[in-house]
């Protein structure tokens, strides 16, 4: 019943920054911490940061300091700020709803298109 929007990939030179954004929508009262996830081409899906409902925040180790996860939960709404980019993040990257389980990311298994994000000179 939750629908979920990624938007903000494209093509970026190494070093550049993208912002992406995801905007959930139909039954919103179903989640309350969202995540960021991408697949690479041949690869599985890899979790790449969660921000739970309590405030709390992490990331995968080659993501920590480079990226940001943020919410605005009036727009029921997403963001992940990319900063110096590599050409290893290259992926399609998709958000993902869940819960706060006693401080711990629990994915409810929905997904959206997923939006491509290219880094290449």
């Known amino acids: 019943q939750v629908q979920l929007a990624e938007s903000g990939g494209g093509l970026v030179q190494p070093g550049g920054s993208l912002r992406l954004t995801c905007v959930a929508s139909?039954?919103?009262?179903?989640?309350?911490?969202m995540a960021w996830y991408r697949q690479a081409p041949g690869k599985q899906r890899e979790l790449v940061a969660f921000s739970l409902s309590g405030g709390r925040t992490d990331y995968a180790d080659y993501a920590q300091g480079r990226f940001t996860i943020s919410r605005d939960r009036a727009k029921n709404a997403v963001y992940l700020q990319m900063d110096s980019l590599k050409p290893e993040d290259t992926a399609v990257y998709y958000c993902?709803?869940?819960?706060?389980?006693?401080?711990?990311?629990?994915?409810?298994?929905?997904w959206g298109q997923g939006t491509q994000v290219t880094v290449s000179s």
């Open positions: 139909g039954d919103i009262s179903s989640f309350n911490s």
């Open positions: 993902n709803t869940g819960k706060n389980v006693f401080g711990h990311w629990r994915s409810q298994n929905v």
